[in-house]
């Protein structure tokens, strides 16, 4: 726009001009102030991303604020300037029009209705209108002055119409200010109205969300009935639960009212966005808090019904497996007939396949109680496992003992089922063979026959003979069955019933067949045919002789000879059955025939030889069945001691004491003395069994080589566990005696150790420097030698070093505890406890004390060249180090109330902060920090004494110095075996590691950055991931505490000190005045940088830069009415 005007006519268009700016202003107003919240509520989220928008935005309200001041000051001038070129007309006019227009849009603000963003935006429109309505005060008031004057000089025009015009400009001046201000108070009451509204709308749905949060948080269960019934009923009566009814009933509440409102305002919804959001969301979290809490509860109740059922069925679980264990302890031993066990196995089938039926119960109550154990409250989940352990076991034991009995139940099963059918099929075949002889012997054969007929009973002796092995081995079984029942076992009674019936007719048969043979004989001798019978019982005789040879052996166990016994008197009595056959042979022989007085000569001799054979096996089995009855009975004997004897050397602890030890040698002496005795037994049956081995029969090889080797394996066993026990016993008694002997040793020798240090406690120490180290020296090699006579010690008293060890060496702790050889209750162990603990207190306070006036005679040496320029660099490089300030130490050493600090406080205050100093060095230091000798320091002499010599200003570093610098700093703190490697390869550009890898590195906000991906770390993080010595095995936390502050600093993050500094040393004394160079607690200092001091950044803990705060960054927009300067 160009200059204001002189004519009245361009002045006018120039107003317009204005005007019409300044509509366009008032639209973009509400733009400029969405901004502004806008970027206020992102700042308010994130100050990092804000940052971008904020220079922008600033620079958008500048220039808005100077278009808002031009246009209220051309206005104003253009105003003034009609006014003063007397167009009082034409102003009251435009001043009249403007508040008619204020007037009409005052009366569209009666029905505003809406939510609190819609109605701040019309109070924002109506202080809009307020700041104009002032910027035209100024204009009325001009008017109604120079119409005033104007009335004033002309008194006859009382009428004109400039004053109605005025008149109509003041009452529509009131008008407008009084509804504006109506307007704004009854705006601004609906605004606080609804916030209000909308406030509690927030509350509730606030505490909803925290109780949906408290519902969904994982807390333990119950795992026990109890438990989880308790836990049930509390969540029904909790006050979360009531509350949560109180505030439904509050939002629904809510919820009717906001209705109400919505349909009192009858708006566009567009005015109410916020009301329906909030209500929208109240709705959603009261129905999400109800559901919670439902679905809260019916989990609850659905794990009390899991967790009774779980242990319901526990529980029938248990009482079953109590009554299987019951039944299966009650079962009777297996049977010997084949019957009873078939019944027997069947029954304990069906307990078997009840039992695997069970395995998948036991499968579910494992995972409910592992998933109770893990998400249980913990004092149910204890009792949980212990029972479901507990039922695992004893299930498994009786799964283990069924598969094991049914193992048993199948192998008696197979050996009564071979007995039984060896015993019928003998039973059948002998009957069947008897009535078969019978029926042969039924009429009295031909002489044709006969001959047949003594063919068959040849044959019939051949079977009879093939079938011996299998009725052996069929009765030696049967015996086994019936030595296997118990006397009262009424099986016991049928089994030797079936073995006498066996045996009886076994008997029966052979004797059958013998009588028939003898009957044939007689028939033959009857019918004249004498060659035929000599010839039959020469035939016999052969038969017998060979049976009776000494190449069939007759030796074994006891069965096997009685069975032998029995077989030999079966031929004695067919051999006497024969003997008339022969006499009658005799009788009828003629003896004038050569060929029969041959045959019968050779009968003669036969039968006599078979007679002796006969008589001599007679002997001999009687002879081998004494030696059976002595193998079989040492055998019994030997099978009997065997138990004893191993019980008695079953493994126990041997006791502490001599005297018991003596007494348990004297038992085992006893033990060894029947041992011996038992020997020459042990003897008999390896010299038996080798004897019978020697001759033994097919029949009974097996049965000795096992007596044989069970007991020859079985008794080595036994002698080598006895010599082991009488070695045991005689080591420990060994040990015993041994143990006194060193103890008594051990004893004498901590008494003279303890005669020597009270001697040399009561000499003075000297005050020579090489005569202490001398003595140090040779105390050393005494403490030495101590403490490997404590190694010794240990042995009786366990002594057990602490892990820490102290300045002046280990301090043992001595707890007395059970050795195997030793008694802890032995006076003797108590007193050498005692005594070690004072002798070994003794030498370590010898050796304090030698160590401490050593130090003190070297401190002494130390202060008599002691620099305290020296000093207070090395104290101060030390706190800058520590990032801590001097001044804090000063203020938590005050003790007085005057402010001060007394010498001792100086002192143990020094000391306990960790500097590396000494008691005469401090003593010194606050000699010096004294300067008016009153025997304490006050803050100014500590502060004037630490005061750095001022040094001349130094050029500012530049930002690639500052950076080049805080890398070679961070990198020489690595402790690897080889350094961390760094490469500077141009300006802002660095390799780093063995992979010497590039990136960028550059300086933002006082912070050296390293580019990763697509960001920016910082150099610490950067070295944490990639120096080794840094990263491994350590957090960030303790990578940056790797040093001890002193007591009463504090830790924070500094930014990078300057090497040079531009200003001079402050003078004053104050506390702000004067620091450390390092960063204060809790603060950062400011440093040297790019274009001067750089300004320190914020930070958080973990050390990452936050944006700086800045005070009325963003300025508040002005509006475009603004109150014009008083009128002139």
Not at 1051 to 1057: D, L
Request: glycine share 4%; hydrophobic share 35%; net charge neutral.
């Amino acid at each position: 726009m160009g200059p204001i005007a002189t004519d009245i006519r361009s002045i006018k268009i120039q107003i317009e001009e204005v005007k019409i700016l300044k509509l366009q202003a008032v639209g973009k107003c509400v733009a400029i102030e969405g901004i502004n919240s806008s970027v206020q509520a992102l700042k308010n989220k994130s100050a990092v991303a804000a940052e971008n928008f904020i220079v922008a935005v600033e620079d958008i309200n500048t220039r808005w604020n100077k278009l808002v001041d031009g246009i209220f000051d051309r206005e104003q001038a253009l105003q003034d300037t009609l006014i003063k070129l007397g167009e009082l007309d034409t102003s009251l006019e435009d001043v009249n029009g403007y508040l008619q227009q204020v007037e009409e849009e005052l009366s569209d603000l009666d029905n505003v209705h809406g939510d609190p963003k819609y109605l701040e935006t019309h109070i924002k429109k109506l202080k809009m209108v307020q700041d104009d309505l002032d910027n035209q005060e100024a204009v009325v008031r001009a008017l109604n002055h120079n119409l005033a004057e104007m009335r004033a000089g002309d008194k006859g025009s009382k009428h004109s119409p400039l004053l109605d015009k005025q008149e109509e400009m003041n009452e529509l001046w009131k008008s407008v200010n009084s509804s504006l201000r109506d307007k704004r108070n009854r705006l601004q009451e609906k605004l606080t109205g609804v916030k209000s509204f909308l406030g509690d709308v927030e509350d509730v749905v606030n505490w909803l969300s925290d109780f949906e949060q408290t519902l969904k948080a994982v807390k333990t269960i119950g795992a026990l009935p109890d438990t989880a019934q308790k836990q049930c009923e509390k969540f029904n009566k909790s006050e979360h639960l009531i509350q949560l009814n109180a505030k439904n009933d509050q939002a629904h509440a809510l919820l009717t009212s906001g209705e109400e409102m919505l349909q009192a305002y009858n708006c566009h919804p567009f005015q109410t966005v916020q009301i329906r959001s909030s209500l929208a969301k109240l709705k959603r979290s009261c129905d999400a808090a109800k559901k919670q809490a439902k679905k809260k509860k019916l989990k609850l109740q659905e794990h009390l019904q899991n967790v009774t059922g779980f242990h319901s069925v526990m529980k029938i679980f248990t009482d079953w497996l109590i009554s299987g264990e019951t039944s299966l302890s009650k079962l009777k031993t297996p049977s010997k007939l084949v019957e009873p066990i078939e019944r027997q196995i069947k029954a304990h089938r069906d307990f078997h396949d009840d039992v695997e039926t069970h395995k998948e119960i036991v499968d579910r109550l494992d995972r409910t109680g592992t998933y109770l154990k893990y998400y249980g409250a913990k004092h149910d989940a204890i009792v949980i496992r212990n029972q479901l352990l507990s039922i695992k076991l004893r299930w498994k034991r009786l799964l283990w003992k069924t598969e094991e009995r049914g193992r048993l139940l199948n192998s008696a099963y197979k050996e009564d089922k071979r007995f039984a059918d060896d015993w019928k099929e003998l039973v059948g075949w002998l009957d069947a063979t008897k009535e078969s002889l019978n029926k042969l012997m039924a009429q009295r054969p031909s002489p044709v026959r006969m001959k047949e007929i003594i063919d068959e009973i040849k044959m019939y002796e051949r079977q009879i003979g093939r079938k011996h092995p299998r009725y052996y081995a069929t009765t030696r079984l049967g015996r086994n069955l019936k030595d296997r029942c118990t006397k009262t076992d009424p099986e016991r009674e049928v089994l030797s019933k079936m073995l006498d019936e066996l045996k009886t007719k076994w008997t029966s048969l052979r004797t059958e067949i013998s009588q028939k043979q003898t009957q044939l004989d007689s028939q033959l001798l009857e019918s004249g045919r004498l060659v035929e019978a000599s010839k039959s019982l020469i035939d016999w005789l052969e038969k017998m002789e060979d049976a009776l040879s000494d190449k069939h052996p007759t030796r074994g166990d006891q069965d096997t000879v009685h069975s032998l016994v029995e077989q030999h008197k079966a031929f004695q009595e067919e051999f006497d059955s024969r003997r008339s056959t022969l006499n009658t042979l005799q009788q009828t022989a003629n003896p004038e025939d050569p060929a029969v007085l041959q045959q019968l000569n050779t009968l003669n001799d036969l039968w006599a030889k078979v007679d002796l054979l006969s008589n001599q096996r007679e002997q001999l089995l009687q002879k081998n069945l004494k030696s059976a009855s002595e193998f079989q009975a040492a055998v019994n004997a030997l099978r009997d001691f065997l138990p004893q004897a191993e019980q008695e050397l079953k493994f126990q602890p041997l006791p502490e004491h001599e005297l018991a030890i003596l007494q348990l040698m004297e038992r085992h002496e006893n033990f060894e003395d029947q041992l011996q005795e038992m020997e020459p037994n042990v003897e008999s049956i390896k010299e038996l069994g080798e004897e019978i081995m020697e001759h033994c029969h097919p029949n009974a090889v097996r049965f000795v080589k096992y007596y044989l080797t069970i007991t020859h394996t079985r008794w080595e066993q036994l002698l080598e566990r006895s010599r082991g026990r009488r070695k045991r016993l005689e080591d420990a008694l060994e040990d015993i005696q041994g143990n006194l002997s060193r103890l008594e040793d051990l004893l004498a020798y901590l008494s003279d150790a303890e005669v020597l240090l009270l001697t040399k406690q009561e000499d003075e120490i000297p005050e020579t420097v090489s005569l202490v180290e001398d003595l140090l020296k040779q105390h050393m090699e005494f403490h030495e030698e101590l403490q490997e006579k404590g190694k010794e010690v240990e042995k009786f008293t366990a002594v057990q070093s602490d892990s820490s060890r102290t300045s002046a060496g280990y301090t043992p702790k001595l707890k007395t505890v059970q050795r195997e050889l030793l008694d802890p209750n032995n006076p003797m162990v108590t007193q050498l406890q005692h005594r070690w603990r004072d002798v070994w207190r003794m030498s370590v306070d010898r050796k304090k004390r030698l160590h401490d006036h050593l130090e003190h005679l070297l401190e002494l040496e130390s202060v008599k060249n002691f620099n305290f320029e020296l000093w207070r660099q090395r104290y101060l490089a030390w706190v800058k180090t520590k990032k801590a300030r001097i001044t804090d130490f000063f203020r938590k050493q005050i003790k007085n109330e005057d402010g001060t600090i007394r010498r001792h406080d100086f002192i143990t205050g020094m000391l306990d902060s960790k500097f590396p100093t000494n008691k005469a060095e401090l003593n010194a230091v606050f000699n010096i920090f004294d300067r008016d000798r009153s025997g304490s320091i006050n803050y100014r002499e500590f502060i004037e004494a630490l005061r750095p010599v001022a040094k001349k200003p130094k050029r500012h570093m530049s930002e690639q110095e500052l950076v080049h610098d805080e890398i070679e700093r961070e990198v020489s703190t690595c402790k690897c075996r080889s350094q961390f490697k760094v490469e500077k390869v141009d300006q802002g550009k660095y390799r780093f590691g063995d992979s010497q890898k590039m990136v960028l590195v550059r300086f933002l906000n006082s912070t050296v950055m390293v580019r990763v991906g697509g960001g920016w770390v910082t150099l610490q993080k950067f070295l944490e991931n990639h120096d080794p010595c840094k990263a491994k095995g350590r957090t960030n936390t303790e990578l940056r505490e790797q040093f001890t502050l002193a007591d009463g600093t504090a830790q924070s993050r500094a930014s990078f000190s300057s090497r040079r500094h531009s200003g001079k040393a402050s003078n004053s004394g104050s506390d702000a005045g004067y620091s450390s160079a390092s960063s204060s607690a809790g603060s950062n200092t400011s440093l040297a940088g790019r274009k001067g001091a750089v300004t320190p950044t914020p930070r958080t803990t973990d050390g990452r830069v936050t944006p700086a705060r800045r005070k009325a960054a963003t300025p508040t927009p002005r509006s475009v009415a603004r109150t014009p300067p008083p009128h002139r």
